[in-house]
């Protein structure tokens, strides 16, 4: 999600509308995707919440994993997988 906001901001910033256009749809889709397993009709800003705090805890790991792997020289890439069975 966040690599097509980076590349939306990229494409609108260079001028070619079309893909910013694209890139920026597809950032929407991806953020409601993300959401939408948090997201309860009969509880809507508990769900929003919830969904808040997951996101700010994913970020904080995504986040102190690249900066703890530059430390070391390397790359660091989240491989976590949300589903339900």
Do not use: E, Q
């Amino acid at each position: 999600m966040h690599i097509f906001l980076v590349l939306t901001l990229l494409a609108a910033l260079l001028g070619v509308a079309v893909a910013a256009w694209i890139l920026g749809a597809i950032t929407a889709l991806s953020g409601i995707a993300y959401i939408k397993s948090d997201i309860d009709i009969k509880h809507p800003i508990r769900s929003v919440a919830f969904a808040c705090i997951r996101y700010i805890g994913n970020m904080t790991l995504l986040v102190g994993g690249l900066l703890g792997a530059l430390r070391l020289r390397m790359i660091y890439i989240s491989g976590t997988l949300d589903y339900k069975v």
